[in-house]
Antibody, heavy 121, light 105 residues
Framework: QVQLVQSGAEVKKPGASVKVSCKAS????????ITWVRQAPGQGLEWMGW????????NYAQKVQGRVTMTTDTSTSTAYMELRSLRSDDTAVYFC??????????????WGQGTLVTVSS | EIVLTQSPGTLSLSPGERATLSCRAS???????LAWYQQKPGQAPRLLIY???SRATGIPDRFSGSGSGTDFTLTISRLEPEDFAVYYC??????FGGGTKVEIK
């Protein structure tokens, strides 16, 4: 069965970086993309970006462009999302999800369990 | 950038009632790329509808999607207790709407 398992919760200081992992299983990793979405406490869903697991092409949201890097390791079927220069408003639960192989999504059908990232001095 | 506006913000209904949720886009959105998600507290979102009207795997037929252009609708024909949640629309694989909370009246 398809599963996405994310790394554990993180606490970071402002200005630091965080790297969240998302290990996929149960499907051919390179046939899909991975979308990253975050949700601040009590708020809605915010799309952060997408990466093709086939060729590494990325598409980032304007809001985090320049601070975010999404990568994949096809040898381990793992996707990574690194966010730099953290601010308090980056405090959120970060989700990965299996998505379309191209940048235009037809629906993210399997999701990781979420990773809480807390940014606090 | 296309902005999705969902209404109402909160819908208070009783089990067995019909729920109608709206998602309006600031520009025309291809129906192929409009999706609806359900999220319950403490859980990841779940894909309900893709391509504006196709149900995802395992989604009960009381959930239906419709619409085109700039106006899309998610309808839950008869609310079950497990349907009380927040619903989000999403377009083109990027931005989400602000969500509609369906709560028990």
């Amino acid at each position: 069965q398809v599963q996405l398992v994310q790394s554990g919760a993180e606490v970071k200081k402002p200005g630091a970086s965080v790297k969240v992992s998302c290990k996929a299983s149960g499907y051919t990793f390179t046939n899909y993309g991975i979308t990253w979405v975050r949700q601040a406490p009590g708020q809605g869903l915010e799309w952060m970006g997408w990466i093709s697991a086939y060729n590494g092409n990325t598409n980032y949201a304007q809001k985090v462009q320049g601070r975010v890097t999404m990568t994949t390791d096809t040898s381990t079927s793992t996707a990574y999302m690194e966010l730099r220069s953290l601010r308090s408003d980056d405090t959120a639960v970060y989700f990965c999800a299996r998505d379309s192989p191209g940048p235009v999504s037809t629906g993210a059908d399997y999701w990781g369990q979420g990773t809480l990232v807390t940014v606090s001095s | 950038e296309i902005v999705l506006t969902q209404s109402p913000g909160t819908l208070s209904l009783s089990p067995g009632e019909r729920a109608t949720l709206s998602c309006r886009a600031s520009q025309t959105v291809s129906s192929s790329y409009l999706a609806w998600y359900q999220q319950k507290p403490g859980q990841a979102p779940r894909l309900l509808i893709y391509g504006a009207s196709s149900r995802a795997t395992g989604i009960p037929d009381r959930f239906s999607g419709s619409g085109s252009g700039t106006d899309f609708t998610l309808t839950i024909s008869r609310l079950e207790p497990e349907d009380f949640a927040v619903y989000y629309c999403r377009q083109y694989g990027s931005s989400f709407g602000g969500g509609t909370k369906v709560e028990i009246k």
